[in-house]
């Protein structure tokens, strides 16, 4: 019997490790990008005393990626190397808790970077839009109360979603199903999945109006400076904050559709869609933090600062 279990044994550590690998890379790639925004906010924070409202925003979002991609490596080592530790309560549970915790914070502190942009940056002669406007930097600490609360609450629901379902088969986080035993699925299940869903929905819907808005803001604009030739800096400016809206709108898209697959792969053993589907997940927190960094000035000048590449090329201007 040993002879007979050791080939797939030896298969599924082979599988466990790559998977591991592959997840560490894009987690610590990811990590280093967000520390890097996190770092240089901190510093020009300490030498102006102030920050603006985008950068409180860029760094509570770079914060909470840091610590989404933290937890969430910490979840998928346990769960491809040594599953058994997730039966030890309450460890499952608070993986869960603080996994969706940050998912959310993520997903909503990205969604008021993007209502910001759309408030500031855009030009509308609408009372209200100008009231938003002129009152939208003191709104901004609210805002991420807010996404703070609602996070916190999708967090204790998950905790609770995941303290009650019970396995069916505990010899199953043994083959190696991405460490995830093999769950039952409880009625209870599917009004968590349809309360994430809606929140997603939500948060989806907001991000696409902003981008929807600046779009057209964006329209007006370039119209009425078609006849000057002159740079333009609010044109730069919604350059800059279309680029940011855009990218976090298809993050969005591709986030939406791989929850809606996790629902339905969730229940699959040892499926390679749940796989790709996490590779996805791991991607999108360090991607799109790059793409904020060369929306933002101040972030692409310290990041060109340190890369050799400026160097180089600063050496072969001064030796022409």
């Known amino acids: 019997m040993e002879a007979c279990h050791s080939p797939q044994q030896y298969k599924v550590t082979s599988y466990g490790a790559t998977a591991v690998a592959i997840m560490s890379l894009e987690a610590f790639a990811g990590m280093w990008i967000n520390a890097f925004i996190v770092c240089v906010l901190c510093i020009g924070w300490m030498k102006k005393k102030t920050l603006i409202s985008n950068e409180k925003i860029l760094l509570l979002l770079g914060s909470s990626r840091i610590c989404l991609l933290c937890v969430s490596w910490a979840y998928s080592f346990l769960s491809l190397i040594f599953p058994k530790y997730l039966y030890v309560h309450p460890i499952l549970q608070l993986a869960v808790f603080f996994q969706a915790f940050f998912n959310q914070g993520n997903l909503w502190v990205s969604a008021c970077l993007c209502v910001f942009y759309c408030i500031k940056i855009a030009n509308f002669r609408n009372s209200f839009f100008i009231y ?9 600490l609210l805002f991420l109360l807010g996404s703070g609360i609602l996070a916190f609450t999708i967090g204790i629901i998950a905790y609770d979603v995941a303290d009650k379902p019970h396995c069916n088969n505990r010899n199953s986080t043994e083959q190696g199903n991405f460490g995830r035993a093999n769950i039952k699925m409880d009625e209870h299940f599917f009004p968590y999945f349809f309360l994430t869903g809606f929140v997603y929905a939500v948060s989806f819907m907001i991000v696409i109006f902003s981008a929807v808005f600046l779009l057209f803001s964006l329209w007006r604009h370039k119209r009425k400076m078609q006849t000057n030739s002159m740079k333009d800096l609010s044109m730069e400016a919604h350059i800059r ?80």
């Open 132 to 140: 938003l406007k002129v009152k939208i930097d003191r709104m901004v």
């Open 241 to 320: 904050a279309m680029k940011s809206v855009l990218s976090f709108l298809v993050m969005y898209s591709i986030n939406f559709v791989c929850l809606v697959l996790e629902m339905v792969y969730v229940t699959k053993k040892g499926s390679y869609m749940a796989f790709l589907i996490l590779v996805f997940q791991y991607t999108f927190p360090g991607l799109h933090s790059l793409i904020l960094i060369f929306s933002n000035p101040k972030l692409e000048k310290a990041l060109l600062k340190i890369l050799p590449l400026e160097r180089s090329v600063k050496g072969m201007v001064c030796m022409s």
